[in-house]
């Protein structure tokens, strides 16, 4: 990965897709003291950007960067590293951390060193409850004052109705989504993987999809009658995906995310019994993982997140029923996406752009910034047309837990631009860049 500090870069003849304007043509893009610029000055850095898509900065609204605490699966460092390497300018973190993200300290304490590691921006998302033990609330005004994007106890759900109807309430306070990881573990507990067929077939113990499907249902209602966005993180189900689509036919405000893994995945890649195929919430079968992606094209999940969930090898390795779920995704994201919506014809990269760039944004409320003159340069760059195969080893995330290993892909990040920081992760052989005096 090359990294330089760049004052003037023209990106020269690349495909602009840029949601926030309606815009996809072929352009040039010039970038100026780390603003996007009309003219090109003298001695600009010119990159053929020749085949490329030139996008707004891609956002995952959904990641475990691990630190404060866990710091042998992931740190902010090494994890906003894999970000920038996987094409994204942003991320959002999720608060189940060692302190957990639930105190103004320690969403100042992610803040600082993402700044400080500075190769993406790095948006905290804090608890619901103290420790996310679903009991307490937090204190909304002030993690929110402090930095807090959004609200979510991820890896459990809220399950206590009273609570979570005052989070409701606070949070519409605040102005604040709330992003549910939606499961009732006296539904779920013991299962391990999706209660089907093959579950049955492996005999492990099942994990039943009610348990998503009921929450969302309470939590609709609960919208319903309070008002506040509420967020339905890593969707997984046919069932759930069509309570979203009536919550939204209503008028109510629900958004939803999907996992690049459930949309390219199902239950049947348990049958090898890798770890790397436990997930939380499970891998589904072949019509679930249909649902999502009819639920992407219609609108009712609206961004595409990896849910990055990095482990120890030592952790992955004690065998499918006792690993920990979850795999890493910020590498491989985009072109998995690719992969499942654009390889199969069922969407356009004009769609794949949307769907990390203008979604998330509005989601979390954060940072708008079009391909415009004017504003601040935050860019991602994509090959489409770019094979590689994927290698674990080469990863700049400390995890290695991922079941696309070996896999051939099509379609590859290439780089990133925030203001005058440029990331290239890929040279165009025989086509080098060059700077000219114009």
Request: with cysteine; net charge negative; glycine share 8%.
């Amino acid at each position: 990965m090359h990294i330089s500090q760049e004052q003037a870069i023209m990106f020269q003849g690349g495909r602009v897709i840029d949601p926030y304007c309606d815009r996809d043509e072929v352009a040039d893009v010039i970038v100026v003291d780390g603003t996007i610029a009309a003219k090109a000055p003298a001695n600009i850095k010119i990159i053929n950007a020749t085949g490329w898509i030139i996008a707004p900065g891609f956002l995952d609204m959904h990641v475990h960067l691990r630190e404060p605490g866990q710091t042998d699966k992931e740190t902010i460092e090494t994890g906003s590293q894999a970000a920038a390497a996987g094409g994204f300018t942003a991320v959002a973190c999720m608060p189940n951390t060692q302190p957990c993200m639930d105190t103004p300290d320690v969403i100042t304490q992610v803040i600082v060193q993402g700044r400080a590691a500075n190769h993406c921006a790095v948006y905290p998302i804090a608890a619901i409850t103290e420790n996310r033990a679903g009991r307490v609330l937090v204190d909304f005004r002030a993690l929110k004052d402090a930095g807090a994007v959004a609200f979510s106890d991820d890896g459990v759900g809220v399950e206590d109705d009273s609570v979570m109807r005052a989070a409701f309430e606070r949070a519409r306070q605040v102005g604040a989504p709330l992003i549910q990881h939606c499961e009732y573990k006296k539904m779920s507990d013991g299962g391990i993987m999706h209660l089907g067929k093959v579950s049955q077939q492996l005999g492990f113990p099942g994990l039943d999809p009610r348990s998503e499907e009921a929450m969302i249902e309470r939590d609709i209602d609960l919208c319903r009658q309070i008002g506040s966005h509420y967020h339905v993180a890593h969707i997984s189900t046919a069932k759930a995906v069509e309570l979203v689509r009536k919550a939204k036919a209503e008028g109510l405000p629900v958004t939803a995310e999907v996992c690049t893994h459930h949309l390219i995945l199902t239950d049947e890649a348990c049958k090898s019994a890798s770890p790397n195929t436990k997930m939380h919430p499970p891998l589904r079968p072949k019509a679930d993982v249909a649902a999502c992606r009819e639920g992407l094209l219609d609108g009712t999940i609206d961004c595409v997140v990896t849910d990055h969930a990095p482990h120890t090898e030592k952790e992955k390795g004690v065998g499918f029923p006792k690993a920990p779920p979850g795999i890493v995704g910020l590498e491989t994201a985009i072109s998995l996406a690719a992969r499942a919506m654009i390889d199969t014809g069922l969407a356009d990269w004009k769609k794949v752009v949307r769907w990390f760039t203008t979604a998330p944004n509005e989601i979390l409320g954060t940072v708008d910034r079009g391909i415009e003159v004017g504003k601040t340069a935050n860019l991602t760059m994509i090959d489409p047309q770019a094979t590689w195969k994927v290698d674990k080893h080469t990863f700049l995330s400390k995890g290695r837990n991922t079941p696309f290993d070996g896999w051939d892909l099509v379609g590859k990040p290439v780089g990133t631009l925030r203001g005058v920081q440029l990331t290239l992760s890929l040279t165009r052989q025989g086509n080098h860049n060059k700077t000219v005096t114009r």
